[in-house]
T-cell receptor, first 111, second 115 residues
């Protein structure tokens, strides 16, 4: 089964609104990463948060990590139509050799 | 030029045929990965390699084999393709990390259809 599970599976919002996606995982981690995928294309790394960090920002992105709840959230503020994509979390499961990806959240931003 | 390239980008083949998907990278990374993506299932790891002499099975290696011909090249083979191997295949790379995994850089993907 997937280490990371995103919630919701799909999200539709209006341009300018904020979008929040959540990721839950099962085992301890060293870090958690978020990726973005435009339809049919390769994934692009957005942000990495380490297990000893609680919050991280990058431009309009804000990621939080709660290791006690084994969960993370990705907030995209002031969304744009160009943010329309699938977003995946990925964890290392406490190992150092491979990432395990969740099933993703499909975000649609309506202009 | 793209840092991680995959060939072919699209391929339609028949059951039982041997197929090779190729991946090349110019990032100088040691680590390379092959994933497949199916609708609703996210990405699943097929094989990964940390250097030319290091090949490891991932979550779903049955029916696949790989070859790491050089640091920059990592090929995925389907010896006898079957319809349930129809999927989007991605190659990815990452650099050596000191105790944790760094970000991965993905190729554009190969859409494979097995009839």
């Amino acid at each position: 089964s997937q280490q990371g599970e995103e919630d919701p599976q799909a999200l539709s919002i209006q341009e300018g609104e904020n979008a929040t996606m959540n990721c839950s995982y099962k085992t301890s981690i060293n870090n958690l990463q978020w990726y973005r995928q435009n339809s049919g294309r390769g994934l692009v790394h957005l942000i990495l948060i380490r297990s000893n960090e609680r919050e991280k920002h990058s431009g309009r992105l804000r990621v939080t990590l709660d290791t006690s709840k084994k969960s993370s959230s990705l907030l995209i503020t002031a969304s744009r139509a160009a943010d329309t994509a699938s977003y995946f979390c990925a964890t290392d499961g406490g190992a150092t050799n491979k990432l395990i990806f969740g099933t993703g959240t499909l975000l649609a931003v309506q202009p | 030029d793209a840092d991680v390239t995959q060939t072919p980008r699209n391929r339609i083949t028949k059951t039982g045929k041997r197929i090779m998907l190729e991946c090349s990278q110019t990032k100088g990374h040691d680590r390379m990965y092959w994933y497949r993506q199916d609708p609703g299932l996210g990405l699943r790891l097929i094989y990964y390699s940390f250097d030319v002499k290091d090949i490891n099975k991932g979550e779903i290696s049955d029916g696949y084999s790989v070859s790491r011909q050089a640091q920059a090249k990592f090929s995925l083979s389907l010896e006898s393709a079957i319809p349930n191997q129809t999927a989007l295949y991605f190659c990815a790379t990452s650099d050596r990390a000191g105790g944790s995994l760094n970000e991965q850089f993905f190729g554009p993907g190969t859409r494979l259809t097995v009839l």
